[in-house]
């Protein structure tokens, strides 16, 4: 599966950003779609995770302002982030997980300003 993500910029705190996650395969189809981020000097964290049956999991810092869904029309996974917070800068990766194989799209920059 190939992964390319959009979507990033940026904000104050506060604001709204969308980042896109497009896949070269149904993303209805995939086990296990992610999005990760990691931050200078930190180690990469899960920020939030959709499974094939549509379940989601958050990371607790983000849950209530964070939303990931799948796009049909855009065959899109998305990361809706609102009231962003300054700790919430870095760069953000999609992931996906299918048949025991993983993936990893390019990163894309996320900063929020306070």
């Known amino acids: 599966v190939q992964l390319q993500a959009s979507g990033g910029g940026s904000v104050q705190a506060g604001g709204s950003l969308t980042l896109s996650c497009a896949a070269s395969r149904s993303v209805f189809n995939i086990n296990v779609m992610e999005w990760h981020r990691q931050a200078p000097g930190k180690q990469r964290e899960l920020v939030a995770r959709i499974g094939i049956g549509g379940d989601t999991n958050y990371r607790e810092s983000v849950k209530g302002r964070f939303t990931i869904a799948r796009d049909a029309a855009k065959n899109t996974v998305d990361l809706q982030m609102n009231n962003l917070k300054p700790e919430d800068t870095g760069v953000y990766y999609c992931?996906?997980?299918?048949?025991?194989?993983?993936?990893w799209g390019q990163g894309t920059q996320v900063t929020v300003s306070s």
């Open positions: 992931h996906s997980i299918l048949i025991g194989r993983d993936n």
